[in-house]
Every structure is written in C-alpha cells, then in structure tokens.
C-alpha cells in the first residue's frame, strides 16, 4: 500500500494562499487517481480536486477558479494551490490515492488549513 504524506497547511487570513504538498511513497500516478478531500468539524469529508492519470482535473464548485491541483511525477508529489481562500475553506486536508483499478485507496493524515482574521 502507499504511503501519503501532505504538510503545507497552517493559519491564514481570509484572501491569503496556501500551497499543499502531498508526496507518495512510491511512484503511481499512471495508475491513480489523486485527489484532494476536506473535512471540517462536524461534517462529512468532502472532495476538493481531483487529478486522474491521463490529467483529467475535476473540482468541487465551492472551490473552481481559486484552487488548482498539480502533480510531479518526478517528485511523486501533488500539490494543491488555494488562493483567495475564505473563512468556510477552514478544515482538515487529506491526499487521497485511488487506484484505477480494483479498490485500492490510500489516505494521508491529513494537514490543517484555518482561515481566519
């Protein structure tokens, strides 16, 4: 199984930015779908942005024209670029991985993003 781990989050205030990293243990991104998820206290994890092998992108409305996701195949990495963020975009940030085939999935342990004046 891979190991996920992300790191970047941190306190910012409302129209800030914030870059999340999340680097895998091994090289998959040809055969994954990567992806982005937040969970805030109280409520079910949600997706942010995905990124499928071929490159196709999705994005959770609440989140299109200031999150993008982005990958490195050399550095086994996906990043997740959030600007202008908001105060309702406070939560925990996981990295998921999701293989394309069967049901394999990873998680990473997730990083905090407050957004907050």
């Known amino acids: 199984q891979v190991q996920l781990v992300e790191s970047g989050g941190g306190l910012v205030q409302p129209g800030e930015s914030l870059r999340l990293s999340c680097t895998a243990s091994?090289?998959?991104?040809?055969?994954?779908?990567m992806g982005w998820y937040r969970q805030a206290p109280g409520e079910q994890r949600d997706v942010v942005a995905r990124?499928?092998?071929?490159?196709?992108?999705d994005y959770a409305e609440s989140v299109k024209g200031r999150f993008t996701i982005s990958r490195d195949s050399a550095k086994n990495s996906v990043y997740l670029q959030m600007n202008s963020l908001k105060p309702e975009d406070t939560a925990v940030y996981y990295c998921?991985?999701?293989?394309?085939?069967?049901?394999?999935?990873?998680w990473g342990q997730g990083t905090q993003v407050t957004v907050s004046s």
């Open positions: 091994r090289s998959i991104f040809s055969i994954y779908r």
């Open positions: 998921h991985a999701q293989a394309m085939l069967g049901s394999i999935q990873s």
């Open positions: 990124i499928s092998p071929g490159g196709s992108i």
